[in-house]
Nanobody, 121 residues
Framework: QVQLVESGGGLVQPGGSLRLSCAASGFTLDYYAIGWFRQPPGKEREGVSCISSSGGSTVYADSVKGRFTMSRDNAKNTVYLQMNSLKPEDTAVYYC??????????????WGQGTQVSVSS
């Protein structure tokens, strides 16, 4: 049974920080690409970041580059998204997802349930 469970979302003020976690079970995530996606209210889902299946590289959307950092802890089978300098436009439901067939997150086939991040003053 493959499962991904996100946690760590909440309400923060602009300029604040938040760290999201995604715990994987049923598989060893270091064999696969895994990434973060988000869906702002009333908008389409978009990619945020992705760690390659080898773990050797990480890519970020231009909108979050320099502010967000994705990392992986193989011992805990968990990935994280450290979000700094948060902006109101970062408000969205954040999902983690894994792509078992690609080096990067081209077509994720397993998704978490999502966690809400709200940035507001």
């Amino acid at each position: 049974q493959v499962q991904l469970v996100e946690s760590g979302g909440g309400l923060v003020q602009p300029g604040g920080s938040l760290r999201l976690s995604c715990a994987a079970s049923g598989f060893t995530l270091d064999y696969y690409a895994i990434g973060w996606f988000r869906q702002p209210p009333g908008k389409e889902r978009e990619g945020v970041s992705c760690i390659s299946s080898s773990g050797g590289s990480t890519v970020y959307a231009d909108s979050v580059k320099g502010r967000f950092t994705m990392s992986r802890d193989n011992a805990k089978n968990t990935v994280y998204l450290q979000m700094n300098s948060l902006k109101p436009e970062d408000t969205a439901v954040y999902y983690c997802a894994t792509d078992t067939g690609s080096r990067y997150c081209e077509a994720p086939d397993y998704w978490g349930q999502g966690t809400q991040v709200s940035v507001s003053s």
